[in-house]
C-alpha cells in the first residue's frame, strides 16, 4: 500500500457512518466523558457525545482489532490484524494531539486485547490465536519489557486480558480453560503467572472486570455464568446466575460505581446484576449480541454496542434503549445519490435499503425486505421513486418518503436482478440479470409492461449506465465483454471484450467514450464510435476495481476496489491525484454528487465513508 500511496495527497474524510460490532469492548468512553471512541475498518474514530462531531486517527494498514484507553486519559491504544506471517501492529495514540504517540510491533497476525496499567506506565498486550503471547511494553520508552506465553500447554487460546486498578506490576488474562493473575517483575523484566483456582468449573472466559479494591475478579464466560475470584488468593469464591445462565454466553461486563455489573451476552441480554448474589436487577432485551459497553463518568449513563452495528444510549434511572447510532452491519451492495442534490443518498445491503442524510449522517428511512439481498439500486431523477433489483428476481420500487412498496415486478429476472438503472424520463428501466439478460421495461400509471429481453451476454450483468437521451445503455458483464444498446430498436451497436470479469462502467458526460474496470486491475478507456481501445491505466496493483464514477464536466473520475483505496483520477493526464485510506473492508461501490462536492464510498464491512471531493467543478 505504501507503494500506491507515496507522493499522492491524502484525500480529506468528513464523515463516517459504521461501527464494527464484533470488535469486543470495541465502544469506549473517555475519561474526560466527551468523546465516544470505537473502529471502523483500519480508521479509529472520535465522536462527540454532545454534537456527533467526528475526529479520525488514521494509521493502521487493516482492520482494528482492539481498543484501550489509559485512566488518566492521555492515551489511546489500538491494535489491528495482518495477513498470515505478518506482525500485527499496535499504535499508542496522544489523545490531546490525535497524533501517533509509539507504533509497537511484535504480535504476529493479530492483537487481541489491550489494556493499561492504572498509572499509564505500562501497556500489556496480547495477541492472536497464530501468535498466543503477552506483552508488557513501557509507554515512556516505547520498548517492550517482557514477554511470555499467554497461557500453559495444556490450556487453550487466551482471549482477554485486564489491568488492576491499584497496582501497575499486577494484571489478569482469561481464556479457553485459563484465568491467571500475572506479576510483573521489573528488574528481572519477567511477567510470572499464577493460575486461579477454579475447582471442577471448567470455563472459557470470554471477558473480565476486576473491582476497583482489587479484591475480585469477574469473569464472564461462554457458558453464561460469572466466576467470582479472590485476586490476592486466586480461588473461586463465587460463580453464578444458577438459574437464568445468559444464552450465548456473557461477552462483556463492566462495574458500576455501586459495585453492581452491567452484563451484555451474546443473545442481546443486557442487565445489571448484583455483585453479591448475580440477581438480575434491571433488564432489557436488544435486537442482536451486545459486545461493547462504556460508561460514562459516575455511571449514571452508559453506551452499548451490538453486533447489529449499533450503538445504544441508557440512563440507569429508566434503563431505556435508545438508539443513537445506526449503521449496515453485512457488505454495503452499492449507493446512489439523486441527481441534483447533494443533501441526500441511500445505500442497500442484505436485507435493507436506507437512506441518509449527508451533512448528518443520520439515518432517515429503512426499507427492510426479510431475507432477501438488495443487489443494486438507483434513485429516479424525479425523485419520486428508488428502484431496486433483488436476489429473489424480482424488481422493487418504493417511495423514497414513506418506504412504501409502490410496485413489484416479478419473475424479472430467473436468477437473481443484478443491476438496475432508470431512464432521465421517469418512465423506463433497464435490468441485468445474473443469467446475462438485458431487460427493457415501460412504468405505467397503473403497473409496467415488459418492452425486451437482449440476450448477448453469457454471465452476470454488473453494472448498466444510461446515456442522457435516454436512446442508448452500456452493460458490464463479468463473461469479460461491455455492450452498447439502442434501447429505442432494441439492438446492440457496439461490443468491446477484455481478459476480466468486467465490474463497472462509465460514461464520459461528452459520450463518445466510455470507461471500464474489473477484475484485470486495469481502467481502460474505448471509443463508443467503433469499439476501440485507446487508453488503459494500471488502477490498482491489488485487487479488483469494484465501483467508478466521473464528475459532471468529465476533469475527474474516481475508483475503488479490493485494496480499499479511494482514488481520484485526472482523466486527460491518467494519474491519480488523491488517495482515500480508511476502508477497512473491500470497496464495493463509489459515487460523486452532482455538484462534485462530495463523494460518498462503502465497503464490505458495512461502512460507508464520506470525503470531501478535492476538485472545484467547472461544469
Same mark, same amino acid.
Given at each position: 500500500? +505504501?507503494?500506491?500511496? %507515496? ?27 466527551? $468523546?465516544?471512541?470505537?473502529?471502523? @475498518? ?9 454534537? *456527533?462531531?467526528?475526529?479520525?486517527? $488514521? ?17 489511546? &491504544? ?12 499496535? #499504535? ?64 487453550? $487460546? ?18 479457553? @480453560? ?69 444464552? =450465548? ?50 455511571? !449514571? %449513563? ?34 446512489? #445519490? ?18 441518509? $442524510? ?22 429516479? #431523477?424525479? @425523485? ?48 441485468? /440479470? ?8 415501460? =412504468? !405505467?400509471?397503473? /403497473? ?31 463473461? *469479460? ?16 471484450? &477484455? ?18 474496470? *474489473? ?11 467503433? @469499439?476501440? +481501445? ?6 490498482? %496493483? ?42 477497512? /473492508?473491500?470497496?464495493?461501490? #463509489?459515487? =460523486? ?27
Amino acid at each position: 500500500m +505504501a507503494l500506491e500511496t %507515496q507522493g499522492v495527497l491524502q484525500l480529506e474524510l468528513e464523515a463516517a457512518i459504521g461501527f464494527n460490532g464484533h470488535v469486543f469492548s470495541g465502544l469506549r468512553v473517555h475519561p474526560d466523558g466527551e $468523546h465516544l471512541i470505537y473502529p471502523l @475498518g483500519c480508521t479509529v474514530i472520535l465522536k462527540s457525545i454532545k454534537d *456527533g462531531k467526528q475526529e479520525f486517527l $488514521h494509521g493502521h494498514t487493516n482492520n482494528v482489532s482492539c481498543v484501550a484507553v489509559s485512566k488518566s486519559g492521555s492515551y489511546i &491504544a489500538s491494535g489491528q490484524v495482518n495477513f498470515m506471517g505478518f506482525k500485527a501492529m499496535i #499504535i499508542v495514540w496522544d489523545y490531546v494531539r490525535r497524533t501517533i504517540y509509539a507504533q509497537l510491533l511484535l504480535h504476529k497476525a493479530k492483537v487481541e486485547a489491550l489494556a493499561f496499567s492504572p498509572s499509564d506506565k505500562y501497556l500489556v498486550s496480547l495477541g492472536g490465536l497464530d501468535d498466543g503471547s503477552i506483552v508488557v511494553w513501557n509507554i515512556e520508552t516505547k520498548q517492550a519489557i517482557c514477554g511470555s506465553p499467554a497461557s500453559a500447554h495444556s490450556a487453550g $487460546h487466551c482471549l482477554t486480558v485486564q489491568y488492576s486498578n491499584t497496582n501497575d506490576n499486577i494484571f489478569v488474562s482469561a481464556g479457553s @480453560g485459563t484465568l491467571r493473575v500475572w506479576e510483573l517483575d521489573l528488574p528481572n523484566r519477567k511477567i510470572r503467572p499464577t493460575e486461579c483456582q477454579t475447582g471442577k468449573l471448567k470455563r472459557i472466559g470470554k471477558c473480565i472486570e476486576i473491582s476497583e479494591d482489587d479484591q475480585f475478579i469477574f469473569c464472564g464466560t461462554t457458558s453464561g455464568d460469572i466466576m467470582k475470584i479472590n485476586l490476592r488468593m486466586g480461588l473461586l469464591s463465587d460463580c453464578g446466575p444458577v438459574k437464568s445462565k445468559y444464552s =450465548l454466553g456473557v461477552n462483556v461486563l463492566r462495574i458500576l460505581s455501586s459495585g453492581d455489573l452491567l452484563v451484555g451476552s451474546g443473545s442481546g441480554t443486557f442487565t445489571v446484576c448484583s455483585k453479591t448474589n448475580f440477581k438480575t436487577l434491571k433488564e432489557v432485551q436488544l435486537e442482536k449480541g451486545v459486545t461493547s459497553i462504556a460508561i460514562r463518568g459516575d455511571g !449514571q %449513563q452508559f453506551f452499548v454496542g451490538t453486533e447489529a452495528a449499533q450503538i445504544y444510549s441508557f440512563k440507569y434511572e429508566d434503563f431505556k434503549a435508545e438508539l443513537i447510532c445506526t449503521s449496515h452491519n453485512s457488505a454495503v451492495k452499492d449507493v446512489a #445519490i439523486p441527481f441534483g442534490t447533494s443533501e441526500l443518498f441511500a445505500t442497500c445491503s442484505e436485507e435493507d435499503i436506507r437512506l441518509w $442524510h449527508i451533512d448528518k449522517p443520520k439515518e432517515l428511512l429503512r426499507i427492510t425486505v426479510p431475507n432477501m439481498t438488495c443487489n443494486s439500486m438507483d434513485l429516479m #431523477i424525479d @425523485g419520486h421513486s428508488i428502484i431496486s433489483a433483488w436476489n429473489d428476481g424480482k424488481i422493487r420500487v418504493f417511495a423514497p418518503e414513506s418506504g412504501r412498496l409502490m410496485l413489484i415486478i416479478h419473475n424479472a429476472h430467473k436468477m437473481g436482478v443484478t443491476a438496475i438503472a432508470g431512464t432521465r424520463d421517469c418512465k423506463r428501466i433497464v435490468s441485468g /440479470g445474473e443469467e446475462g439478460q438485458v431487460r427493457v421495461w415501460e =412504468l !405505467q400509471p397503473r /403497473g409496467h409492461r415488459l418492452l425486451e429481453t437482449m440476450k448477448e451476454h453469457k454471465a452476470t450483468v454488473t453494472c448498466i449506465k444510461i446515456k442522457r437521451d435516454d436512446k442508448e445503455c452500456v452493460t458490464a458483464s463479468s463473461d *469479460g465483454a461491455c455492450i452498447i444498446w439502442d434501447i429505442v430498436r432494441f439492438v446492440s451497436l457496439q461490443m468491446v471484450i &477484455a481478459n476480466t470479469l468486467f465490474r463497472t462502467v462509465c460514461y464520459h458526460p461528452e459520450e463518445y467514450q466510455i470507461i471500464t474496470s *474489473g477484475t484485470d486491475r486495469k481502467v481502460t478507456y474505448w471509443e463508443v464510435y467503433d @469499439g476501440s +481501445a485507446i487508453r488503459e491505466l494500471e488502477g490498482s %496493483q491489488s485487487g479488483a476495481i469494484n465501483g467508478m464514477d466521473i464528475s459532471q464536466d468529465g476533469k475527474y473520475f474516481v475508483t475503488g476496489g479490493d485494496d480499499k483505496l479511494v482514488k481520484v483520477w485526472d482523466y486527460m493526464e491518467g494519474a491519480v491525484t488523491h488517495i482515500g485510506i480508511a476502508h477497512g /473492508g473491500n470497496i464495493t461501490s #463509489i459515487k =460523486l454528487c452532482s455538484n462534485s462536492s462530495t463523494l460518498v464510498s462503502t465497503s464490505a464491512d458495512g461502512a460507508i465513508l464520506r470525503w470531501k471531493f478535492p476538485h472545484t467543478s467547472t461544469s
